[in-house]
C-alpha cells in the first residue's frame, strides 16, 4: 500500500506556524511531504472546488495549480474572524466523508464565539467564572455589570485570539476606556471575574490542555509575570511543559468536559486550578510551541491516520474493494 496523501490547509497569513508543524509531524509519520494548501482557496468566494473523482473527493485548486486526490485532508490554523468562510468547505469535506477532524462547523462556531461557549458551559455545567455578555452596552449596562462581578474582572473580545484585546479591569474608568475600544471596533465582548489565579510569588498562572478524543494527550503550566497581562505564552507567559499524568486530576476531567461540550474532536483547553478549577476557553485549532511537535502535533496528525485506517477497515469488512493510496470517501 502507498504511503496516504495528506492535504494540509492552512491560512499562511497566520503567524502562529501551525502549518510548519504539522508538515513535519507529517512528513515523519508517513515519509511523504504533506501538500500544502492557502485554505483562503476554499473560502466563500474562494476559486477552488471539490469534486467527486469516482470514489474519492478530489480537490482542485487553480490559484495553486494543483489538482490532488487525497486520502486526508487536515484543516487548521484558521484566524477565528475567519473561520465562519471555511464553513462551505466544511461541508463539503462532510458530504464526502472526507477522513478529516475538521468538519464541525457548529462545533468551530461554539468555541469561536465565546458567548455561545459561556451558554454551552452552563447548559452542561462546565465550571467557569461568572461571565456577562455586553452587546454595545450603556456605560450604566457595563458598569452595573462590573459591579456584580465584585469590580475586578477581565474583558474580552467575543472573537479574538492569543489574548490580544483582552484587559484586566479593576475600576471604572478603565472600563469606560475598554467600552470605548470594543465600541470602535464594532465588537460585542464579555466580562469575567477574576479567577484569583496568582502564584505565591505574584505570577498569574492558568493550564493549557489538549485534548484528543476524550484524553489528554499534553499539558502545560503559563506563568505570567504581569498579572494585569493574558496568560498567554504570545503575551510574555513561560510554558512549562506537564506530562498528562503531572496534571491535576480535576484539571483532566475538567478539560476533557469543556472540549465534549463544545462538541470537538480536538482542542486546547485553557483553565485554572482555583475554585475548584474553572475554564476560560476552549480552543479551535490551539498554537504549538517549541517541544511540542511529538507531544501535540504527531498526536493530531496519528488520529487521522488512525481514522483513514479505520476507514479502510470498515470498508474491507462491507466488501468494498481497498483503494490501493487511500480510503474512498
Known amino acids: 500500500m502507498s504511503k496516504p496523501c495528506v492535504a494540509l490547509v492552512t491560512d499562511p497569513t497566520s503567524p502562529e506556524g501551525c502549518g510548519d508543524v504539522l508538515a513535519e509531524a507529517v512528513e515523519q509519520l508517513t515519509g511523504r511531504p504533506a501538500v500544502r494548501i492557502d485554505s483562503r482557496h476554499f473560502a466563500t468566494g ?69 458567548n455561545l461557549t459561556v451558554e454551552r458551559f452552563q447548559r ?24 456584580k462581578l465584585g469590580g475586578d474582572v477581565w474583558a474580552r473580545p467575543v472573537i479574538g485570539t492569543g489574548g490580544h484585546d483582552t484587559f484586566h479591569v479593576t475600576d471604572l474608568d478603565r472600563l469606560e476606556q475598554v467600552g470605548v475600544f470594543y465600541a470602535r471596533r464594532g465588537t460585542d465582548w464579555l466580562l469575567s471575574r477574576d479567577a484569583g489565579n496568582i502564584t505565591a510569588d505574584g505570577q498569574r498562572h492558568q493550564f493549557r490542555v489538549f485534548v484528543l478524543h476524550g484524553r ?56 485554572a486550578v482555583e475554585h475548584g478549577g474553572v475554564v476560560f476557553e476552549v480552543n479551535v485549532q490551539p ?43
Open 287 to 329: 498554537a504549538f510551541i517549541d517541544g511540542e511537535l511529538d507531544k501535540a502535533a504527531v498526536p493530531y496528525v496519528e488520529a487521522h491516520l488512525q481514522a483513514l485506517e479505520e476507514r479502510r477497515r470498515a470498508d474491507a469488512d462491507l466488501g468494498a474493494e481497498p483503494e490501493v493510496g487511500g480510503a474512498p470517501v
Open 46 to 114: 474562494g476559486t477552488a472546488r471539490g469534486v467527486r473523482s469516482g470514489d474519492r473527493l478530489r480537490l482542485v485548486v487553480p490559484g495553486q495549480r494543483l489538482d490532488v486526490e487525497p486520502d486526508i485532508v487536515m484543516l487548521y490554523e484558521i484566524p477565528p474572524h475567519l473561520r465562519h468562510t471555511m464553513a462551505g468547505f466544511q461541508r463539503l469535506l462532510h458530504r464526502h466523508r472526507a477522513v478529516t477532524l475538521g468538519t464541525g462547523v457548529d462545533a468551530w462556531r461554539t468555541a469561536t464565539r465565546k
Open 216 to 271: 489528554v494527550v499534553h499539558a502545560r503550566e503559563h506563568l505570567q509575570p504581569e498579572p494585569d497581562t493574558p496568560c498567554n505564552t504570545s503575551q510574555g507567559a513561560t510554558a512549562v511543559h506537564l506530562t498528562p499524568a503531572a496534571l491535576d486530576p480535576r484539571l483532566t476531567e475538567l478539560a476533557i468536559a469543556a472540549t465534549a461540550s463544545v462538541g470537538l474532536p480536538f482542542s486546547g483547553v485553557d483553565l
Open 124 to 147: 452542561d455545567g462546565v465550571a467557569h467564572m461568572e461571565t456577562a455578555v455586553l452587546s454595545r452596552p450603556a456605560p450604566d449596562e457595563a458598569a452595573a455589570a462590573f459591579q
